[in-house]
C-alpha cells in the first residue's frame, strides 16, 4: 500500500468515527432536551461541530427551553437564512413569536412553512390557532375587554428528514381561514377543528370556564357502557388504568403519565417515541394546572387487546375540549398499557 493510499484510508477512518461521534452526540443531546435538561444539552452541543442543520435545530430548541429566547430567535432566523427549504426552523420562530403575541410575524412565518411542506400537521395546527387568536384578539379590541395569555404554539422537537419528500396539499375543506380585515368587527366564526388534533390546541376564554367543565365531567356517568358480564373484571381493570393515566396527566406527573404507554406505543401524529415524549413533557407541564375527566367508557376485547372508546374532557388554564377518543391497550403483566390513541372528533 503507497503513502498515499495509507493516508486516504486513514482519513476515510477518522471521517466514519467523526460522524459516528456527532450522531451519538446529536442523540445524547435529544435525550437531555427530552428530561428538560437545557442547559446540559447546550453544554454538550459545544463540543460538537456546530455548523450541522440538526445540532443547530436542537441548539435554538434548548436556547428556547432555557429561557434566551433572543438568542433562539437568531439562531431560527439564521437557519431559515441557510436551509429556506425546512419548514422546522420557521414553525419554532413562530412559536416563540406567537408567545410574545406577534400574531402577524407568526402567521407569515406559519405560511411559509406550508409552502415549504404543506403536509406538516403541526404547522397547520399552529396555523389554524394563530388565526383562532387573532380572531379573538379582534373581537376583544372591539369590545374593549382583556385578552387572556397568548396560545401556546406546539413546537417541532427535531428536523423531519422526510418532511421535504413530495407533500400532500392540505385538503380545501380544512384549509385555515383568514383573518378579518383590519378594523372590521370578525363574524363570529372559528376555523373548523383539526382532526386528531392534540387536547391541549382548544382555547378558552377563563379558567372558571375550564373549572365549570371539569366538575359537569366529575359527575358520576362514567360508568363502562359496553361488554358482557364475564369480561367486567378485566374492564374495570382497563378504565382503572386509563383513569390512573388521567390522574397523572392531571396531576402533571410527567413520568407517571409517559409509564402509562407501552413500548410498542405509536403517536398518531406522526412523531417518533422519543420526539413525542419531549413534545408531552413541555406540554404537561406548561400550564399552571390541568383537569382530565374521562367517561363514557366502552371498552371491547380484541384478541390480546383491549379497544376503547370514551369521552375525554380537558381542562387548564388556557385551553378546554371534550372529544371522543378511541385507545387501544395491551396487557403487560398485570398492568394494562396504552398502545395507541386517536381522537375521533371534537364533542360539542
Known sequence: MTPD?????????AGVL???????????????LERGQYDQALRLLQALPGDQLEARFLKSTALAGAGRDDEAIAELEALIGDYPEQP??????????AARGDFEKAKALLEQALRTSASYATVYENLSAVYVEMTRSSYAKALRVKRTAAPQLALLSAIENGSLAAPAPVPVAQAPVSPPPAG???????PPPVPAAPAEQQPIETAK??????????????????GTAEDEPLQQA????????AAAWSKQDVERYLKAYSGSFTPEDGLSRARWAQVRRVRLKRPDWIDVQLSDFDVRFESDRAVVELTQT?????YRDRTLKRMELMRHGDAWEITSEETLKILP
Do not use: C, H, K
Open 238 to 245: 382497563v378504565v382503572s388504568a386509563l383513569q390512573d393515566w
Open 18 to 32: 467523526s460522524f459516528s461521534a456527532m450522531a451519538g452526540g446529536l442523540d445524547d443531546v435529544s435525550a437531555r
Open 314 to 318: 380537558y381542562g387548564s388554564d388556557t
Open 5 to 13: 493510499s495509507n493516508r486516504f484510508t486513514a482519513l476515510m477512518v
Open 184 to 190: 372590521e368587527l370578525p363574524v363570529a366564526t372559528v
Open 88 to 97: 422546522e426552523p420557521y414553525n419554532n420562530l413562530a412559536s416563540l413569536y
Open 209 to 226: 370556564a375550564a373549572t365549570e367543565v371539569a366538575a359537569s365531567a366529575a359527575a358520576p356517568d362514567s360508568a363502562i357502557v359496553g
